[in-house]
């Protein structure tokens, strides 16, 4: 007559001493998961990647050489005064070495705000800045007066031209598919170690089953 409560005892106390392992299972899982997750997400909190970073310092580098340039141009004319009322106040589009300044600004605004600030991974918008670069410095050099005017007059378009395409080949051929190489290693990493955690989960839960039913 004892018998029968002694098994349901016997099957609680083994049941009761089950649940530790398992709960051990649990824990180690997660652990195991984030410290391997961990080092990949570093990179995403960063906010920005080194390639992507080195893209915008050559940007801004495009900005402050056209710059340079033009105040070259401007002192060499006659005094950075006069000639700049002449080019900004008295706007020339012939003779004008204003709008190649102000490509540049629209350039550098366009994919700072657009690769660093807002992070895009698409080509559209160094697309479009090379696009109406090359299509405004084409007409400029068709239609104005440029050649006349000396060295600048060859100088300031064909590096505008050469670095507005350098800008383009360093954000197709470096930054984005490095990028999107890194993002791909991540993930595979990520889910490697889900099937890892799964698998040995599964593993440790089928030793506490059998564990159990022997000493059922």
Same mark, same amino acid.
């Given at each position: 007559m004892n018998r029968v409560p002694n098994d349901a005892e016997n099957a609680h106390s083994s049941s009761?001493?089950?649940?530790?392992?398992?709960?051990?299972?649990?824990?180690?899982?997660?652990?195991?998961?984030?410290?391997?997750?961990?080092?990949?997400?570093?990179?995403?909190?960063?906010?920005?990647?080194?390639?992507?970073?080195?893209?915008?310092?050559?940007?801004?580098?495009?900005?402050?050489?056209?710059?340079?340039?033009?105040?070259?141009?401007?002192?060499?004319?006659?005094?950075?005064?006069?000639?700049?009322?002449?080019?900004?106040?008295?706007?020339?589009?012939?003779?004008?070495?204003?709008?190649?300044?102000?490509?540049a600004v629209f350039r550098f605004k366009v994919l700072i705000l657009a690769y660093a600030m807002c992070?895009?991974?698409?080509?559209?918008?160094?697309?479009?800045?090379?696009?109406?670069?090359?299509?405004?410095?084409?007409?400029?050099?068709?239609?104005?007066?440029?050649?006349?005017?000396?060295?600048?007059?060859?100088?300031?378009?064909?590096?505008?031209? @050469?670095?507005?395409?350098?800008?383009?080949? *360093? =954000?197709?051929? !470096?930054?984005?598919?490095? &990028?999107?190489?890194? #993002? $791909?290693?991540?993930?595979?990493? @990520?889910?490697?170690?889900?099937?890892?955690? *799964? =698998?040995?989960? !599964?593993?440790?839960?089928? &030793?506490?089953?059998? #564990? $159990?039913?022997?000493?059922?």
């Amino acid at each position: 007559m004892n018998r029968v409560p002694n098994d349901a005892e016997n099957a609680h106390s083994s049941s009761v001493e089950s649940c530790p392992s398992l709960r051990d299972v649990h824990s180690i899982n997660p652990t195991h998961l984030m410290a391997r997750i961990e080092s990949y997400d570093v990179r995403e909190k960063k906010g920005i990647s080194d390639v992507r970073r080195t893209f915008c310092l050559f940007v801004t580098f495009d900005l402050l050489f056209i710059t340079l340039l033009w105040i070259i141009e401007l002192n060499v004319k006659g005094g950075i005064e006069t000639t700049l009322k002449k080019e900004v106040l008295h706007y020339d589009y012939s003779s004008s070495y204003f709008d190649i300044f102000l490509l540049a600004v629209f350039r550098f605004k366009v994919l700072i705000l657009a690769y660093a600030m807002c992070r895009l991974r698409h080509w559209w918008a160094i697309a479009f800045t090379t696009a109406v670069t090359s299509a405004f410095l084409l007409a400029k050099v068709i239609i104005s007066q440029l050649f006349s005017q000396g060295a600048f007059g060859y100088v300031l378009p064909i590096i505008s031209f @050469i670095l507005a395409w350098i800008e383009t080949w *360093f =954000l197709d051929f !470096k930054v984005l598919p490095q &990028e999107a190489e890194e #993002e $791909n290693r991540r993930r595979d990493t @990520i889910t490697n170690s889900l099937a890892d955690s *799964f =698998l040995r989960w !599964k593993r440790k839960n089928k &030793e506490i089953m059998v #564990e $159990n039913l022997l000493h059922a």
